[in-house]
C-alpha cells in the first residue's frame, strides 16, 4: 500500500464519521476481582478464635466486610487499576545482510500492575496486603526477638488469580466487553500513605502487584440475562386488584373444605 493520493484524503461531513467517533471508551466503567483461593484463609487467619471471629476476623459476612466476602469488598474499593501494557526484550544481529543491523524479539516482558483502593474505616484493604506480604515472607520466631529470621513461603500457597474486565456504558444492551487474566499475582510493593493535619482527604491503599504472564479475551458477550434494578411499577388500583384475589382465593379454599368427605362427616 502505498501514500494516499488527492482523492484518497478523507473530506466527507462528519455526520458521516458519527458512529466511529461518538462512542469512546471511558475510564469510569471497569471491574477488578480477586479470584483468591482457599490459601486466603490462611493470611487472614480467618480460623484464629482469639476473640470474635465474626467482627475481627475478615471472614466472609462478618461486620467488617459489611455482611459480604473479601472478594466483593475489595472489588468495590477499588479505584484505580491499569490496563497492562506489554513488551518485547529485543537483540540486535549484524551481519545477515550487509550493512543492514536488524532486531529480533528475545524475551516478552509484563510489565508490574497497579491498583489504587479507598481504605474503610476497618482498614481492609490495608490488612489484605499487609497479611498477604506479611505471609509471603513470615517471621519465624517472635516479631520481638532480637535474633527473628524470616524465611519464603512457597509460590504455590500465595500466588493468586486476578481478573480485570473493561466495558462501557451501554454494556446493558449488548456492549461487548475486553477481559484480562492475570496468572500468579503477588504484591511486591505497598506504597506508603501520608496522613497530615491538613484538610481531610480519603485514604487511598496503593498496590504494585507482579504476575508471570495475562490472558485476554477481546468482543465478550455475557449469556446471563441482567436483572433490572428498578421495580416493576404497580397499578393505581393495584391494591384492589390484590384485594379481589385474595377475596376468589378465600370463596375456593372455603368451597373446596366443603366439598372435602372429611368436612362435616355427619352430613349424609
Given at each position: 500500500?502505498?501514500?494516499?493520493?488527492?482523492?484518497?484524503?478523507?473530506?466527507?461531513?462528519?455526520?458521516?464519521?458519527?458512529?466511529?467517533?461518538?462512542?469512546?471508551?471511558?475510564?469510569?466503567?471497569?471491574?477488578?476481582?480477586?479470584?483468591?483461593?482457599?490459601?486466603?484463609?490462611?493470611?487472614?487467619?480467618?480460623?484464629?478464635?482469639?476473640?470474635?471471629?465474626?467482627?475481627?476476623?475478615?471472614?466472609?459476612?462478618?461486620?467488617?466486610?459489611?455482611?459480604?466476602?473479601?472478594?466483593?469488598?475489595?472489588?468495590?474499593?477499588?479505584?484505580?487499576?491499569?490496563?497492562?501494557?506489554?513488551?518485547?526484550?529485543?537483540?540486535?544481529?549484524?551481519?545477515?545482510?550487509?550493512?543492514?543491523?536488524?532486531?529480533?524479539?528475545?524475551?516478552?516482558?509484563?510489565?508490574?500492575?497497579?491498583?489504587?483502593?479507598?481504605?474503610d474505616s476497618e482498614h481492609v484493604a490495608l490488612e489484605l496486603f499487609e497479611s498477604?506480604?506479611?505471609?509471603?515472607?513470615?517471621?519465624?520466631?517472635?516479631?520481638?526477638?532480637?535474633?527473628?529470621?524470616?524465611?519464603?513461603?512457597?509460590?504455590?500457597?500465595?500466588?493468586?488469580?486476578?481478573?480485570?474486565?473493561?466495558?462501557?456504558?451501554?454494556?446493558?444492551?449488548?456492549?461487548?466487553?475486553?477481559?484480562?487474566?492475570?496468572?500468579?499475582?503477588?504484591?511486591?510493593?505497598?506504597?506508603?500513605?501520608?496522613?497530615?493535619?491538613?484538610?481531610?482527604?480519603?485514604?487511598?491503599?496503593?498496590?504494585?502487584?507482579?504476575?508471570?504472564?495475562?490472558?485476554?479475551?477481546?468482543?465478550?458477550?455475557?449469556?446471563?440475562?441482567?436483572?433490572?434494578?428498578?421495580?416493576?411499577?404497580?397499578?393505581?388500583?393495584?391494591?384492589?386488584?390484590?384485594?379481589?384475589?385474595?377475596?376468589?382465593?378465600?370463596?375456593?379454599?372455603?368451597?373446596?373444605?366443603?366439598?372435602?368427605?372429611?368436612?362435616?362427616?355427619?352430613?349424609?
Amino acid at each position: 500500500m502505498s501514500f494516499p493520493t488527492r482523492s484518497q484524503i478523507f473530506k466527507d461531513p462528519v455526520w458521516k464519521i458519527k458512529e466511529v467517533l461518538a462512542k469512546p471508551s471511558l475510564d469510569t466503567f471497569y471491574q477488578v476481582d480477586f479470584s483468591f483461593s482457599s490459601n486466603v484463609d490462611r493470611w487472614l487467619n480467618v480460623e484464629s478464635t482469639a476473640y470474635d471471629s465474626q467482627t475481627t476476623n475478615l471472614v466472609s459476612g462478618s461486620k467488617r466486610l459489611s455482611g459480604s466476602t473479601v472478594k466483593r469488598k475489595m472489588m468495590l474499593l477499588c479505584s484505580e487499576a491499569e490496563i497492562p501494557g506489554t513488551s518485547f526484550q529485543t537483540t540486535d544481529t549484524v551481519g545477515h545482510h550487509q550493512g543492514i543491523t536488524e532486531v529480533f524479539p528475545t524475551y516478552r516482558d509484563f510489565p508490574p500492575l497497579n491498583l489504587s483502593f479507598y481504605l474503610d474505616s476497618e482498614h481492609v484493604a490495608l490488612e489484605l496486603f499487609e497479611s498477604w506480604m506479611q505471609y509471603i515472607n513470615p517471621v519465624q520466631t517472635p516479631d520481638k526477638q532480637k535474633n527473628a529470621y524470616s524465611r519464603f513461603a512457597y509460590p504455590e500457597t500465595y500466588k493468586e488469580r486476578l481478573h480485570l474486565t473493561k466495558y462501557e456504558r451501554d454494556f446493558k444492551t449488548g456492549s461487548k466487553m475486553s477481559q484480562y487474566e492475570f496468572v500468579n499475582v503477588f504484591p511486591t510493593n505497598l506504597t506508603s500513605m501520608r496522613v497530615n493535619y491538613g484538610s481531610s482527604a480519603v485514604v487511598k491503599v496503593s498496590v504494585q502487584l507482579a504476575y508471570d504472564r495475562f490472558f485476554t479475551k477481546f468482543s465478550v458477550i455475557d449469556t446471563n440475562e441482567m436483572v433490572s434494578g428498578t421495580p416493576r411499577k404497580r397499578s393505581k388500583n393495584w391494591w384492589n386488584k390484590s384485594e379481589n384475589y385474595l377475596k376468589k382465593m378465600m370463596i375456593n379454599t372455603n368451597a373446596q373444605k366443603v366439598m372435602d368427605p372429611k368436612f362435616m362427616p355427619f352430613i349424609k
